[in-house]
C-alpha cells in the first residue's frame, strides 16, 4: 500500500511562484514513476507533469512547459512541483500519483494506481 500526502498550496498572484510537495510511504518509493495532475470541478483531471524512478526523465503538458519544475528526492521519500509565472487557469486542485509498475514517466492517468487528497492553489489578484 502506497499512501501520497501533498503540501504547499494556496493563494498566489499572478506572476508569483509556489513549491508543491508530495511525501509518500512505501518501502519502494525510489522504483515509482510519479506524477502532477490538477483538475477544476466540473472538468477531467489533467496531466501536468511526470518524473522517472531515478528522476533522469521527466515529461511535462505543453501549458506548463518552461514554468513548471518536477523533481524527486528519493532519500526523502518526497516529489515536488516547482511552479513558476502562475497564471489564473493554473488554478485547480493538485494531485500527485505513484506509478510502481512503470519505467518511463506517462502521462495517461489510468497508468497511477496510487492518489493523494489534493491540495489547492489559486491563482488571482
Known amino acids: 500500500q502506497v499512501q501520497l500526502v501533498e503540501s504547499g498550496g494556496g493563494l498566489v498572484q499572478p506572476g508569483g511562484s509556489l513549491r508543491l510537495s508530495c511525501a509518500a510511504s512505501?518501502?519502494?518509493?525510489?522504483?515509482?514513476?510519479m506524477a502532477w495532475f490538477r483538475q477544476v470541478p466540473g472538468k477531467e483531471r489533467e496531466f501536468v507533469a511526470a518524473?522517472?524512478?531515478?528522476?533522469?526523465?521527466?515529461r511535462y503538458a505543453d501549458s506548463v512547459k518552461g514554468r513548471f519544475t518536477i523533481s524527486r528526492d528519493n532519500a526523502k521519500k518526497t516529489i515536488y512541483l516547482q511552479m513558476n509565472s502562475l497564471k489564473p487557469e493554473d488554478t485547480a486542485v493538485y494531485y500527485c500519483?505513484?506509478?510502481?509498475?512503470?519505467?518511463?514517466?506517462?502521462?495517461?492517468?489510468?497508468?497511477?494506481?496510487?492518489w493523494g487528497q489534493g491540495t489547492q492553489v489559486t491563482v488571482s489578484s
Open positions: 518524473i522517472s524512478w531515478s528522476g533522469g526523465s521527466t
Open positions: 512505501g518501502r519502494t518509493f525510489s522504483t515509482y514513476v
Open positions: 500519483a505513484a506509478d510502481p509498475q512503470g519505467y518511463y514517466p506517462t502521462q495517461k492517468f489510468s497508468e497511477y494506481d496510487y
